[in-house]
């Protein structure tokens, strides 16, 4: 059944400057707030009564993503960043950091993105972002049945049951990652079972044009979504496709990465976003990642700046089926393997050389821990749970010699994967 376009609701279609001039009300009460807490009130200055300004703004410290582990081991559990404890907030989470991260309150951007997408009352959508520790399955859930739709909890990588769950629902709505849904098209294609799917919400990896097309051939309208765990779903596709709308929930800016200065519209920067949300204050929050302003609106109503896409990172972090694998964690994976471990090369070196390499085929990533090491079945069972354990991520081990890495220490990620456009 095909449906008409959805039609944007007041606050999303409201003139550009009753925006700015309501956004910056807002960043001014999220300051003073943020400010009655010791960390915000010696780290930003004291914006007075009344609305801050984007010079006020731009003034203030950028707040790193990769500095919150430490924070927070130093403060547990949210680093000193609220002034809420733990049981104040609806939900819990802990992100690959590890980062702990309150939840609880439904996301406007996710419900922002649902609706431009066309999830309505009645539908049947099957999520299939996790619902563990990390906020995005539970993040969908909530804007979906807030939509009054109906939604299967299927989490992603148990595709048997979720086959049986798409037969015997036929959800008409799919939310997760574009690979994982290109596998249960296949799985079902295979199994003889025709896919239910007229709409999918994608988003927490990149999607490439092959995919798309491949998605569109099968009847599928593709709605592109980016977000990050801290900050929920920053920015949307509506139906004119062109380009990702902001959500209302937040003050965004692109900034030159190093010195966090405001760039003009139209040049490619890092994005820094604020959340206009009190209960737990992040100021110019530094996503790492590369966009820029789109000019103009989208040609679907909505009046929200818009993003012109991911562009690329702005620090070493490399995204990997969803998930970010930074440096730093292969440090981690290696750090003091257990000498007594049973069958361990007795002549392996305390830190022995290793890089991930990370390939994509059949448009699914793959992740790869290359080490210059002897074959060793304990010390391969360890490293591979270490790399689950720490990343989150399933990867393949591959012995190698100590030539084959030479070189390589200052490339401990190898991205082999080809490029989005």
């Keep these: 059944m095909t449906r008409s376009a959805p039609i944007p609701p007041p606050l999303e279609i409201r003139s550009?400057?009753?925006?700015?001039?309501?956004?910056?009300?807002?960043?001014g009460d999220?300051?003073?707030?943020?400010?009655?807490?010791?960390?915000?009130?010696?780290?930003?200055?004291?914006?007075?009564a009344g609305p801050v300004t984007e010079v006020m703004l731009a003034a203030m410290p950028i707040l790193r993503k990769g500095d919150l582990p430490a924070m927070q081991a130093a403060l547990p559990p949210f680093g000193g960043i609220t002034a809420r404890a733990a049981g104040a907030f609806g939900r819990l989470f802990l992100s690959p950091g590890p980062i702990c991260e309150p939840g609880g309150a439904v996301d406007g951007g996710a419900v922002q993105a649902m609706r431009a997408a066309g999830v309505r009352a009645g539908d049947v959508v099957l999520n299939c972002f996790g619902y563990h520790l990390t906020p995005a399955g539970l993040m969908f859930d909530d804007a979906a049945r807030s939509l009054g739709a109906a939604v299967i909890p299927a989490g992603g990588g148990n595709t048997g049951p979720?086959?049986?769950?798409?037969?015997?629902?036929?959800?008409?709505?799919?939310?997760?990652?574009?690979?994982?849904?290109?596998?249960?098209?296949?799985?079902?294609?295979?199994a003889g079972q025709p896919q239910p799917f007229q709409l999918a919400l994608l988003s927490a990896a990149a999607l490439p044009a092959s995919l798309r097309a491949a998605f569109a051939a099968r009847g599928i309208a593709v709605f592109e979504q980016y977000g990050t765990a801290e900050l929920g779903i920053i920015a949307y596709e509506t139906d004119s496709h062109d380009g990702m709308v902001l959500a209302e929930s937040l003050w965004a800016e692109i900034v030159a990465p190093g010195s966090g200065e405001p760039l003009p519209e139209g040049e490619v920067g890092e994005l820094v976003v604020t959340p206009l949300r009190q209960d737990y204050?992040?100021?110019r929050f530094g996503t790492g990642d590369l966009s820029g302003f789109a000019p103009g609106q989208a040609a679907s109503g909505h009046s929200n700046r818009r993003l012109r896409g991911w562009l690329g990172r702005a620090d070493d972090a490399v995204k990997v089926k969803g998930m970010f694998l930074r440096p730093a964690m292969?440090?981690?994976?290696?750090?003091?393997l257990p000498p007594d471990l049973a069958a361990l090369p007795p002549d392996l070196p305390a830190r022995p050389p290793a890089r991930f390499v990370i390939d994509r085929t059949a448009e699914r990533d793959r992740l790869t821990l290359e080490i210059a090491a002897p074959p060793s079945d304990p010390l391969g069972a360890l490293l591979l749970a270490r790399v689950r354990d720490i990343t989150r991520l399933g990867c393949e081990l591959r012995w190698v010699t100590p030539e084959t890495l030479a070189g390589t220490e200052t490339q401990p990620i190898l991205d082999r994967r080809p490029r989005p456009g």
Excluded at 330 to 336: D, F, G, I, S
């Design 16 to 27: 550009p400057e009753d925006r700015r001039r309501a956004g910056l009300a807002a960043l």
């Design 30 to 48: 999220t300051i003073r707030a943020a400010r009655q807490v010791p960390f915000w009130a010696a780290r930003l200055p004291d914006p007075g």
């Design 162 to 190: 979720i086959l049986q769950a798409m037969a015997a629902y036929a959800p008409r709505v799919y939310v997760g990652t574009p690979d994982y849904l290109n596998i249960l098209i296949e799985a079902a294609e295979a």
């Design 281 to 283: 204050p992040l100021i």
């Design 330 to 336: 292969l440090a981690e994976v290696l750090a003091a």
